[in-house]
């Protein structure tokens, strides 16, 4: 870890998750001009990672992006791969020029 994100880690771990903006702006002086985005930065990617700790333990949380609801399935699906159909596509083609398959699941 670099020394400015120690010090903004250090700060981060210190304060919480939410910085007000007279300390954004200290640190902004203090620190470094590009301190206060890589602030908020790295708080993003620590309520991230806090969010798919969530998701994994628990099965259900929120995308924080597009803040849509996620419910992780016990069951299981088995999904069929088309790879080798593709891959014999691309082989045709290189030799003809073209290639094309039909799928009907």
Do not use: C, W
């Not at 702006?25 to 798919?52: C, F, W």
């Amino acid at each position: 870890m670099g020394k400015i994100n120690k010090i903004l880690e250090d700060i981060i771990e210190e304060r919480g998750k939410s910085l007000p903006s007279d300390l954004i702006n200290d640190i902004g002086h203090t620190v470094s001009k590009y301190a206060p985005k890589q602030a908020s930065r790295m708080i993003r990617q620590k309520l991230r990672m806090e969010e798919v700790k969530k998701i994994v333990d628990e099965g259900e949380g929120t995308d924080i992006r597009f803040h849509k609801p996620i419910k992780l399935s016990s069951e299981e699906t088995t999904i069929f791969g088309y790879g080798h159909i593709i891959k014999k596509n691309i082989d045709e083609a290189r030799v003809h020029g073209f290639s094309a398959s039909y799928i009907d699941d």
